[in-house]
C-alpha cells in the first residue's frame, strides 16, 4: 500500500469514529465516502461470481471466478497479507463459454483443489476443471485439464453449483441449479471411483424457474444436509427448501418442498445467518427491483418463518447479492449489498445494525461500477476486520473485474 493510501485509510477511520461520536448529522456525512477499491484481476470480460476456499494449505482464502463473457474459468492464490492489494497471481484454468458459476472441489479425491464451472447459454454443460497433484504446477495452465461432466451435457442452462455430502457416501457430491426450460434442482453422486467422470450420475430433486443461490444446512437437524436456495422465476420462485429424505430414499425421489418466503418477489441471491442469536439460522435475500427481506426462522424445525423488511438503501442499483458478517466489530450481525442497473448510483453499500429494526446505510463502492455480483465477507489484508470481495461486470465495457473493498474501520499494525 502506497504512503497516500495509507494516509487515505486512516482519514477515513478518524472520519468514521468522529461520525459515530458527535451524532446522526456527521455520521451521515463520513458514511459516504467511498471505501479503498482493489483490484484482484481485470484481464477478461463479464466477472461473474467469486467463491474462495483455501487450496493451498497456507491459511489464505483463494478465489475462483468465471468469466461469463470472456468464456474462461480462473483461479487466484493469496499472495499474502502485504501484497493482497495487488494483482493476485492467477492461472485460466480452462475455456468456458457462457460461464455463471465456479466453484472449488476436489472432485477426483487425489488431494489437489479442483474447479467446476457451470455454464449457461448454448454450451448447456458443466466443466471439471483438474488440477495438478504437485501444487508447485498449480498455476501452470498446461498442467489443467478440463473435461466435460457427461450426465450434464446439453441438459439445462447451468447456473450454479457447490460440493455437498448428500448421501453420506464416498466424498462430497455436487448440487447444482439451472434456468429456463426444463429447468430444476439436480444432485450429482459422487461414485466409489471419482475420478471416472461418467460414473458421477444426476438425480433431479426440484422442479425450478432460475436457481441464484444454493447452500447446504441441515435444517431439520436430522443428521443429513438439506438445502437453502433462491428461485427468482416460475411457480415455484421464491426463497425454498428441500428436505434431503434419507439415505433410503434421495436417488429417485423429488425432495420436499417448503417455502420460507418471497414467493410474491423475483427473489435474488441469499444468505444464511443466525441474525437475532436465537441459535437458529435465519435467511436474508435481495429482490428486484429495490426489496431487502429477513427471513425470520421461527420454528426449530423450519417450518414457519417470520419475514421482516429491511429499508433498501437509497441511489443504489437495484438489489443482487447480500452477505452477512459483523463489519465494525460491535458483536452485531451487519448486512452488505451489491446491486445491478448502478450507472451513475452506489453499487455496493453496508447496513449497519443499530438494533430495534433500525439499520443505517453506509457507502462502499462509490459510483464506480454498473453490474455487481455475489459477495464474500473475510480479512483479506490481516487487519482483522471483514473486507468485501465481489466482482463488476459492465463497467467500461469489460468490468472492473474481480475486487475487493478494504474495511476502513481498522489500521494495520503490520
Given at each position: ?12 477511520c478518524?472520519?468514521?469514529?468522529m461520525g459515530?461520536g ?5 455520521s451521515?456525512?463520513a458514511?459516504e465516502?467511498p471505501?479503498?477499491?482493489h483490484t484482484i484481476?481485470?484481464?477478461s470480460?463479464g466477472?461473474?461470481g467469486?467463491k ?9 482464502l483463494?478465489?475462483?471466478t468465471?468469466?461469463?463473457?470472456g ?5 487466484y492464490i493469496h499472495?499474502?497479507y502485504?501484497?493482497?492489494g ?5 492461472v485460466?484454468v480452462g475455456?468456458?463459454?457462457?460461464v ?7 472432485l477426483n479425491a ?6 467446476v ?7 448447456r454443460c458443466?466443466?471439471v476443471?483438474?488440477?495438478p497433484?504437485d501444487?508447485?504446477?498449480y498455476?501452470n495452465?498446461?498442467?489443467?485439464e478440463?473435461e ?6 446439453g ?6 453449483a ?8 464416498n466424498g462430497?457430491d455436487?448440487v447444482?441449479?439451472?434456468?429456463g ?9 459422487a461414485p466409489?471411483k ?5 460414473q458421477?450420475h ?6 425450478a424457474?432460475w436457481?441464484m443461490?444454493?447452500i ?6 436430522d ?6 436456495l433462491?428461485?427468482?422465476?416460475g ?6 427448501w ?7 430414499g434421495?436417488?429417485r425421489t423429488q425432495?420436499?418442498?417448503?417455502f420460507i418466503?418471497g414467493?410474491?418477489l ?9 441474525m437475532?442469536a ?6 436474508v ?24 423488511n429491511?429499508?433498501f ?5 437495484y438489489?443482487?447479492?447480500?452477505a452477512v458478517?459483523?463489519i ?9 449489498i451489491?446491486?445491478a ?6 453499487g ?5 445494525n443499530e438494533s ?9 463502492s462509490g ?6 455480483d ?5 480479512d483479506l489484508?490481516g487487519?482483522i476486520?471483514?473486507?468485501?470481495l465481489?466482482?463488476e461486470?459492465r463497467?467500461?465495457g469489460a468490468g472492473?473485474?474481480?475486487i475487493?473493498?478494504e474495511?476502513p474501520?481498522?489500521t494495520?499494525?503490520h
Amino acid at each position: 500500500m502506497s504512503y497516500l493510501e495509507k494516509l487515505y485509510k486512516v482519514f477515513l477511520c478518524f472520519c468514521l469514529c468522529m461520525g459515530h461520536g458527535l451524532g446522526d448529522s456527521a455520521s451521515a456525512n463520513a458514511v459516504e465516502t467511498p471505501w479503498v477499491r482493489h483490484t484482484i484481476d481485470d484481464s477478461s470480460r463479464g466477472a461473474d461470481g467469486v467463491k474462495v476456499r483455501d487450496v493451498n494449505g497456507d491459511g489464505l482464502l483463494d478465489i475462483t471466478t468465471g468469466w461469463e463473457e470472456g468464456g474462461v474459468t480462473r483461479v487466484y492464490i493469496h499472495p499474502g497479507y502485504s501484497d493482497a492489494g495487488t494483482k493476485w497471481p492467477a492461472v485460466t484454468v480452462g475455456k468456458t463459454p457462457s460461464v455463471e458459476d465456479a466453484v472449488f472441489c476436489d472432485l477426483n479425491a487425489d488431494g489437489a483443489v479442483d474447479v467446476v464451472s457451470s455454464c449457461e447459454g448454448n454450451t448447456r454443460c458443466m466443466f471439471v476443471h483438474l488440477a495438478p497433484e504437485d501444487f508447485d504446477m498449480y498455476l501452470n495452465p498446461q498442467e489443467w485439464e478440463t473435461e466435460p461432466l457427461p450426465d450434464t451435457m446439453g441438459q439445462a442452462q447451468w447456473m450454479f453449483a457447490i460440493p455437498l455430502q448428500v448421501d453420506n457416501r464416498n466424498g462430497p457430491d455436487l448440487v447444482i441449479g439451472s434456468k429456463g426450460e426444463n429447468a430444476s434442482v439436480d444432485w450429482i453422486m459422487a461414485p466409489g471411483k471419482p475420478e471416472n467422470l461418467d460414473q458421477w450420475h444426476r438425480y433431479p430433486i426440484s422442479q425450478a424457474g432460475w436457481i441464484m443461490s444454493l447452500i447446504g444446512s441441515d435444517i431439520d437437524a436430522d443428521g443429513d444436509n438439506d438445502i437453502i436456495l433462491s428461485d427468482r422465476r416460475g411457480q415455484l420462485r421464491g426463497v425454498r427448501w428441500l428436505e434431503n429424505p434419507g439415505e433410503n430414499g434421495n436417488r429417485r425421489t423429488q425432495w420436499q418442498n417448503h417455502f420460507i418466503g418471497g414467493r410474491d418477489l423475483e427473489v435474488m441471491f441469499i444468505d444464511v445467518a443466525d441474525m437475532n442469536a436465537d441459535g437458529l439460522d435465519d435467511v436474508v435475500v435481495t429482490a428486484r427491483r429495490r426489496h431487502l427481506f429477513w427471513f425470520e426462522r421461527i420454528s426449530r424445525e423450519g417450518a414457519r418463518w417470520r419475514r421482516h423488511n429491511i429499508p433498501f438503501p437509497g441511489n443504489m442499483g437495484y438489489g443482487k447479492a447480500v452477505a452477512v458478517g459483523d463489519i465494525n466489530k460491535d458483536g452485531l450481525p451487519d448486512i452488505v449489498i451489491t446491486g445491478a442497473e448502478a450507472a451513475g448510483k452506489s453499487g455496493v453499500k453496508w447496513l449497519e445494525n443499530e438494533s430495534g429494526g433500525k439499520w443505517r446505510p453506509h457507502e462502499i463502492s462509490g459510483i464506480k461500477g454498473i453490474k455487481f455480483d455475489r459477495i464474500e465477507l473475510f480479512d483479506l489484508d490481516g487487519d482483522i476486520d471483514l473486507d468485501v470481495l465481489t466482482c463488476e461486470e459492465r463497467e467500461g465495457g469489460a468490468g472492473l473485474g474481480v475486487i475487493w473493498y478494504e474495511n476502513p474501520l481498522t489500521t494495520k499494525s503490520h
